[in-house]
């Protein structure tokens, strides 16, 4: 025994005393002989790295037909594979003593026979981790069985794959390194698995002599018997059946013939998909197709047994492109089971929620990891759903009597706002179709709710009501605002639409000409003309809204010291020097509906007067504007019509759109 193991041998044996007769190292006993305690054979000595301290004696008994580390180290010394088991888990007629014993139940019997022969020193239950059926949940008998493989070096087909690998676009990019590694370092593939239900292996075996019959003639002959009655017919069938009348062994010349009974590894099955389902339809195009999408386990599972296959029939891929996403667990990252009580069922977050947001959910995660859910979550995504939707409800209601064919302004002519917005919008759609193309679907959702939520809402959609509300009908500063927003909703309804597919189905209905086009999903995204791109547009108007930012800082610093209200109850003093000073001095006249203010000063800086902590070229003063509120435009102005005037209480800006416009208040 090992002398680390003395010690406690001994106690464990209830042993009053133990001489310790000699010592020797184990290489020295490495390939002597014992013999065998129950029977008339020797035994080879081995050394083997997988046995360890923690019980017992330190020798152990090797069973190579019957464990992995044993069959490996069986393998180093040459040992027979032996495996003297049925398959019903019982001892075969050459296992003298225990012939027809299941294996568990011999246990006993066994240590009751050493007794008798004198070979037993002590014995005791042992409780260890041991593997067992993830479905019965009882334990599991390894035994060496004959199984058919597919060589991974014959014809190449390792090479292969992995060359076959490189030509993959791999979604993330990481899937390429785990697939080419699992390919580069696996074992030849076994095929075969002894199950009673399945695809059949469909060779033949001659019972006189053990001749393998694989016949192409013979296998085309089962192919057309499964294709007129399916593969159960291998089951319900004689051998005989399948082979032409009057076959003999070419071998023997035998007559009696029997079939395999494995069946083909589930894999193999899944992996020949490709061939099952692009090679017998002609609209989806033959193979490879254009992508396989599953969870990251399945570089182990199905694109792994499909690149095999694939490479090994028809010499490439079945596919262009591999995505892989992780899976979802709840809000704490914790994995979903039913005994947790933390599953969130899919149907029952449309019924809560509807459809649009767990597709939104869907799209919002960056799936390359595992992907939570939880009702905080959904009650976000809810918040960021009707920014998106009432976003398309402002657009939609703004441009009620706008006729596209009619009322489009050339995008020479619209306002430098609009082109401005129309340049974001052409930075939208590039970012939106690069991560379509890229199925980067988080990239969309923060792209989209961002728009919406920081260049349309807290900016564009504040600025332009005046523009909008208070403008006559046909006014060209209002046509161009329509323009540019009929086309930032055409535009974002189609790059919404795979995603929200029944919200944006119904906005394409209410918008102008919408309805007559038919269906949103029959559209393209929109080409937006190169035009609308303009970097030195987008740095002016940046620098605009940084003015605009400090401005809303002071504002609200005079909120809360009660001097107003909202901001159009403020008037604002601007004093600026150099490059902001020129910068405001030519948009003067639209400062005022940019800061949302009723009146707007500007002046340049005096000699030694220090600008403010963020601009050192910029002064923001804030006082209550002077006059009475407009009825109509709501600005604080002094110039109000009387109470006996045509148009009571409106301003003198109001008052000409008025009599501009239809004669009536909007």
Known sequence: MAAGLRETFVAEAGLEKAEVLGEIKAADLEKRHCRHPLYERESLVILGEHVTLEAGT????????????????????????????????????????????????????????????????????????????????????????????????????????????????????????????????????????????????????????????????????????????????????????????????????????????DILDVWFDSGVSFAAVLNNRDYLGGVPAEMYLEGSDQHRGWFHSSLLAAVGVAGRAPYKSVLTHGFVVDGKGKKMSKSSGNVVAPDKVSKRYGAEILRLWVAAQDYRDDIRISDEILARLVEAYRRIRNT???????????????????YAELEEIDRYILHELQQLQQ???????????????????????????????EVGKDRLYTLHRDHPVRRSAQTMLYTVLNTMVRLCAPILAFTSEEVWGFMPGGSERGSVHLEEFMAL??????????????????VRRQVLKELEAARQAKLIGNSLEAAVELKARGATLELLARYREQLAD????????????????????????????????????????????????????????????????????????P
Not at 609 to 614: F, L, R, Y
């Open 431 to 461: 970012r939106v179709v690069k991560a379509y193309d890229d199925y980067e679907f988080h990239v969309i959702y923060h792209a989209v709710h961002n728009f919406c939520a920081v260049t349309l809402s807290s900016f564009y959609l």
């Open 392 to 410: 398309f409800r402002f657009l939609l209601g703004n441009l009620s009597d706008f006729d596209p064919q009619s009322d489009s302004r050339p």
């Open 594 to 665: 940019i800061f949302i203010v009723s009146r707007l000063d500007l002046s340049a800086l005096a000699e030694g007067e220090e600008g403010g902590a963020e601009n050192s070229e910029l002064l923001v003063g804030v006082s209550r504007a002077a006059g009475d509120k407009c009825d109509r435009c709501w600005c604080y102005r002094e110039d109000l019509t009387p109470e006996e005037a045509a148009f009571p209480g409106v301003c003198a800006r109001c008052l000409e759109q008025l009599q501009a416009g239809s004669g009536t208040r």
């Open 58 to 261: 330190g020798c152990v008994h090797t069973a190579p037909g019957h464990g992995q580390e044993d069959y490996e180290v069986g393998l180093r010394y040459g040992l027979e594979v032996y495996a003297p088991i049925d398959d019903a888990g019982c001892f075969t007629d050459e296992v003298e003593f225990f012939a027809g014993e299941f294996v568990f139940a011999a246990n006993s019997h066994v240590i009751e026979k050493l007794e008798e022969f004198g070979k037993l020193v002590a014995s005791k239950p042992m409780s260890h981790s041991y593997p067992h059926c993830w479905r019965c949940k009882k334990p599991i008998i390894f035994r060496s069985t004959e199984q058919w493989f597919i060589s991974m070096e014959k014809n190449g087909l390792r090479q292969k794959a992995l060359e076959e690998i490189n030509n993959v676009k791999w979604i993330p990019s990481w899937g390429r390194e785990r697939i080419y590694g699992m390919i580069e370092n696996r074992p030849d593939w076994c095929v075969s698995r002894q199950r009673v239900w399945g695809v059949p292996i469909t060779v033949f075996y001659c019972e006189k002599c053990g001749h393998l019959v694989m016949d192409r003639e013979i296998m085309d002959r089962v192919a057309d018997e499964f294709t007129r009655h399916g593969a159960d017919i291998w089951f319900e069938k004689e051998a005989s059946y399948f082979l032409p009348a009057g076959f003999s062994c070419p071998e023997c010349g035998g007559t009696e013939f029997r079939k395999e009974s």
């Open 529 to 546: 003309p190169d035009e609308y791109e303009s970097p030195e547009l987008a740095a002016t108007w940046e620098a605009i809204l940084a």
